[in-house]
């Protein structure tokens, strides 16, 4: 079936490391994007990809980086200089403008 | 970006249809007004999506009102698998990304 995976679905990290989220899509959709979402919170844009080899800003995007160098995949990083990093990061797909968006079940970042 | 007003929370009862507001009085001409609920743990589900008329999909039903300030996602028989967060959002037909809010959480009563 088509969809979207993220690993791992729980993630531990050490102040001062950086840690990379995967994301991997097998729906031949162009555009990719990563959300966070702290407790009782709604989704918040990180970066998105409208296609290989460009992404933009999203609304919180310091602090973390990604690149897209194949269609299917769009990892994170959330480096040292993000100071509070416990979320629960989503990533979504979808084939552009309008049309819906598909999301993974998400990966749980804590803290050492 | 143009913002949606939502209930904190609804009840249901099992098996009765659920409607939920939103409203969006400065909507613009070209947004769109998607619907995404979110179980526990989980990422978003997109439901539905319209720009003018009312829209129906194995999920839900979108109601827009004629001046497009509001609309109604109706559940027709709410399950307990129903039970969620439910976004309303308003997307511009140019913009790639989704503005969430808190949504609307529901509980369906067996």
């Known amino acids: 079936d088509g969809g979207i995976t993220q690993s791992p679905k729980y993630l531990f990290r050490k102040e001062g490391q950086n840690v990379t989220l995967s994301c991997e899509q097998n729906?031949?959709?162009?555009?990719m994007y990563w959300y966070r979402q702290d407790p009782g919170q709604g989704l918040r844009l990180i970066y998105y990809s409208q296609i290989v080899n460009d992404f933009q800003k999203g609304d919180i995007a310091e602090g973390y980086s990604v690149s897209r160098e194949k269609k299917e995949s769009f990892p994170l990083t959330v480096t040292s200089a993000q100071k509070n990093p416990t979320a629960f990061y989503l990533c979504a797909s979808s084939v552009g403008g309008h049309q819906p968006q598909h999301f993974g079940d998400g990966t749980r970042l804590s803290i050492l | 970006d143009a913002k949606t007003t939502q209930p904190n929370s609804m009840e249901s009862n099992e098996e009765e249809p659920v409607h939920l507001p939103c409203n969006h009085s400065?909507?613009?001409?070209?947004?769109?007004i998607h619907w995404y609920r979110q179980l526990p743990s989980q990422g978003p589900e997109y439901v539905i999506h319209?720009?003018?008329s009312n829209v129906n999909n194995r999920m839900a039903s979108l109601a827009i009102a004629e001046d497009r300030k509001s609309s109604t996602l109706i559940l027709h028989r709410a399950t307990l698998r129903d039970a969620a967060v439910y976004y309303c959002?308003?997307?511009?037909?140019?913009?790639?990304?989704?503005?969430f809010g808190a949504g609307t959480t529901v509980t369906v009563r067996a």
């Open positions: 400065t909507i613009s001409g070209t947004d769109y």
């Open positions: 319209g720009l003018t």
């Open positions: 959002i308003l997307r511009d037909a140019n913009d790639y990304k989704l503005s």
């Open positions: 729906l031949n959709h162009d555009a």
